[in-house]
């Protein structure tokens, strides 16, 4: 069974910074894309930033220049380093991936639980 476990989160003052971890296991043959979402009550939940096996990064409009992903293929992991925190990134965290699980032939996308991000003085 995949799962997805996020690590990192917490409590931040304005322009402090975070790291968060996300590692994917269980039944894995191949990890595709990974990434991270974050989503605040009563909104849609958005792009933070996506890498891929090659290392092509995606970041969303509101992170660019701030958030950096990174990943460990090794491991199975993906990083999110966040850095000048702003009150406006406090959300939950999501992690993302796309995974090929061993006795399947497609890759079927999955979440992690979440991890709270608060970003206050």
């Known amino acids: 069974q995949v799962q997805l476990e996020e690590s990192g989160g917490g409590f931040v003052q304005p322009g402090g910074s975070l790291r968060l971890s996300c590692t994917a296991s269980g039944g894995i043959y191949s990890v595709a894309t990974m990434g991270w979402y974050r989503q605040v009550p009563g909104s849609q939940r958005e792009l933070v930033a996506t890498i891929t096996t090659d290392d092509v990064t995606n970041y969303g409009d509101s992170v660019q220049g701030r958030f950096t992903v990174s990943r460990d293929n090794a491991k199975n992991t993906v990083y999110l380093k966040m850095i000048s925190l702003k009150p406006e990134d406090t959300a939950v965290y999501y992690c993302?991936?796309?995974?090929?699980?061993?006795?399947?032939?497609?890759?079927?996308?999955?979440w992690g639980q979440g991890t709270q991000v608060t970003v206050s003085s």
């Open positions: 993302n991936a796309d995974i090929l699980s061993h006795g399947y032939y497609q890759f079927h996308n999955f």
